[in-house]
C-alpha cells in the first residue's frame, strides 16, 4: 500500500468515525522539520552513535 | 536462520500482549474521558486483536525454534507520565501516543513485513495483522477528530517531543532484526525497515496531525 494510501485507510477513514478531517496530506514546514530531526536522529542511532535515550526516561514513550 | 527468526517472533510475541495492556489503559481512560462509541468500540476491540497476536507470534516462534515457547508474560505496562501536562491531557496523550504514533508506525512497519513474506501462512498472519493495526491507528485519529480545538492545541505541545523518542525508540528496536533481514519470512532488511519508517513519519502520521487541526 502507498503511503498515501496508508494515509487515507487511517487517517481520513478513522477521523470520519467522528469529526472528520479535510483529508489533505499536505505537511506544512514545522512538520516538515520535525520530520528532519526525528529521522536525523534515527540515523545517528542506525549508525551506532550515542543518542541520549533521556526522551524514553523521561516519560514520552510507552516501551511495548 | 530459522532460530533467529523464531526469537523475532517470540520478542514480537511479548511486545503484542504489551499492546494488549496499552490498548485496556487507553480505553478505559477514553472512558474516563467521555470518548464517542465509535472510538470505544474500535479500542476495546484492539486488547482482544492484540492477545490474539501474541499467541499467533507465539506459535510462528514454535514452528521457526522448532520447540515449546513460552507464553508471553502478562503484566500492566507503565504508561508514559508526560511530565508537565495536566492528569486529563495525559490521557489524551496516552491515546496520542500509542495510536497516532505507535499503532501509525506499526502498520507502515507491518506492510515492509508483507513485502518481504513468501510463505502462505505468515503472509495470512501479515495481512491479518496490518489490518487490524490500521484499525488500532484509527483510534487516535478518530479521538483527535473528536476532541475540541484546546485540546488539540494543548496536544500539539507535545507531538514533536513524543514522536522524535517513538522513532528512537522504534529505530533501537529494528536493531534486534539482522541487517540482510530474511526475505521471504516476513523480515525485511533493516534499511527497509529504516525506510518505511520514514515513510510513514512523512507521509501518514505528521500530515494525519496537520490534516486533524492539531498544530505542530
Not at chain 2, 144 to 171: C, E, K, Q
Not at chain 2, 190 to 195: I, K, V
Request: charged share 20%; proline share 5%; hydrophobic share 50%.
Amino acid at each position: 500500500m502507498h503511503p498515501s494510501k496508508l494515509f487515507h485507510t487511517i487517517v481520513v477513514v478513522g477521523a470520519a468515525l467522528t469529526g472528520g478531517c479535510d483529508g489533505g496530506p499536505a505537511g506544512d514546514d514545522a512538520g516538515g522539520a520535525l520530520a528532519d530531526a526525528a529521522m536525523d536522529a534515527a540515523a545517528a542511532i542506525d549508525a551506532g552513535e550515542p543518542v541520549d535515550a533521556g526522551e524514553e526516561e523521561d516519560g514520552m514513550v510507552l516501551i511495548l | 536462520m530459522h532460530a533467529e527468526v523464531g526469537a523475532i517472533w517470540r520478542e514480537r510475541a511479548q511486545s503484542e500482549l504489551n499492546a494488549a495492556s496499552g490498548f485496556a489503559i487507553v480505553a478505559t481512560e477514553l472512558f474516563e474521558l467521555g470518548a464517542p462509541s465509535a472510538v470505544l468500540e474500535l479500542a476495546t476491540r484492539a486488547v482482544h486483536d492484540e492477545v490474539r497476536h501474541a499467541e499467533l507470534c507465539r506459535g510462528l516462534a514454535e514452528r521457526y525454534l522448532g520447540e515449546p515457547v513460552a507464553p508471553p508474560v502478562a503484566k500492566r505496562v507503565s504508561m508514559p507520565r508526560h511530565a508537565g501536562a495536566d492528569a486529563e491531557l495525559v490521557k489524551h496523550l496516552h491515546v496520542v501516543g500509542l495510536c497516532c504514533v505507535n499503532e501509525t508506525l506499526a502498520a507502515g512497519f507491518l506492510e515492509a513485513c508483507l513485502e518481504a513474506t513468501d510463505a502462505p501462512d505468515v503472509r495470512e498472519l501479515a495481512r491479518q495483522h496490518l489490518a487490524d493495526e490500521v484499525r488500532h491507528a484509527r483510534v487516535g485519529w478518530a479521538h483527535l477528530a473528536w476532541v475540541d480545538a484546546a485540546t488539540r492545541r494543548a496536544i500539539g505541545g507535545f507531538v514533536p517531543r513524543m514522536l522524535t523518542a517513538n522513532v528512537a525508540r522504534w529505530t533501537r528496536r529494528l536493531h534486534i532484526m539482522p541487517r540482510a533481514g530474511f526475505p521471504g519470512l516476513g523480515v525485511p532488511a533493516r534499511a527497509r525497515a529504516l525506510a518505511s519508517l520514514e515513510e510513514t513519519v512523512r507521509e501518514v502520521v505528521l500530515p494525519g496531525f496537520a490534516a486533524v487541526g492539531v498544530p505542530l
